[in-house]
């Protein structure tokens, strides 16, 4: 449109950064997500689209190179401005940039974001989950059926290093835990939990249950109140099990592929 320009930059002035986040915010407020924005990537290049010169944003978005065969794209557009082609004029000009690299979207579920990639014909290539357990005082007192356990296979251990690892174990140990996870600080109360595995002959008999509930009593004591995971959307078996123990999606991430 003849009243519009678009600002093509790897380098975001003050005032291009304020503008983005404040479009951000609008995105946030009316899609009822959490947005993230990559502003500080290595090799990043950006086009803003403005109504006018100093007027309003309109659309941004951001190329971000993978490797030589990928660039994720990045973009957003104003909600009162979208369905008039905001999207179209950028990823026109970024597809140019791009070349015969597959351009990588991840994205939230967002009705009119999914509207725009299905019209793309991208093709969704993986889904993670984001998963979280809120820790009261209650946990700090296992539930009966883990105190009946028996003892021998009930000791909790941890072994500091980069992160925390926690093993469910025997007394005396085996050559293996029953089960074993990683921990890694994510504030002051929150940890973030990762490589939960069950040692393949002790699955199906609840020493994953068994290793989440005596994790929870370890750090609830420690005032630790929230654990957060990602877990991807393939993994039906974990995700069951974190649901089992507590665990609620809070956010879920696709990556499309066109």
Request: with cysteine.
């Amino acid at each position: 449109m003849h009243d519009e320009s678009i600002l093509r930059t790897n380098s975001l002035s003050d005032s291009s950064l304020r503008d983005i986040l404040d479009l951000i915010h609008l995105c946030e407020c009316h899609d009822n997500q959490p947005f993230d924005y990559p502003l500080h990537e290595d090799g990043q290049l950006h086009w803003l689209l403005y109504a006018g010169p100093g007027s309003c944003l309109k659309a941004v978005l951001t190329l971000i190179p993978i490797d030589g065969e990928t660039v994720e794209c990045c973009a957003f557009t104003c909600p009162a401005m979208r369905r008039n082609g905001c999207f179209s004029r950028l990823l026109e000009q970024a597809e140019e940039e791009a070349g015969d690299r597959y351009l990588l979207f991840a994205v939230r579920p967002v009705p009119d974001t999914l509207a725009v990639l299905d019209a793309l014909s991208a093709e969704c290539i993986s889904v993670e989950h984001r998963m979280e357990r809120t820790l009261s005082d209650d946990d700090r007192h296992l539930p009966e059926r883990f105190r009946r356990l028996d003892a021998t296979s009930a000791l909790l251990t941890d072994v500091m290093g980069t992160d925390e690892r926690w093993e469910l174990i025997t007394n005396p140990p085996t050559d293996a835990p029953l089960a074993s996870c990683l921990l890694t600080p994510a504030g002051d109360s929150c940890v973030c939990l990762h490589h939960v595995e069950v040692t393949e002959s002790m699955r199906g008999q609840g020493y994953g249950s068994a290793l989440l509930f005596f994790l929870f009593q370890k750090l609830a004591c420690r005032n630790i109140r929230s654990i957060v995971l990602h877990v991807s959307g393939d993994n039906s078996a974990a995700i069951a099990l974190y649901r089992k123990t507590g665990f609620r999606i809070t956010e879920t991430l696709s990556c499309y592929l066109c």
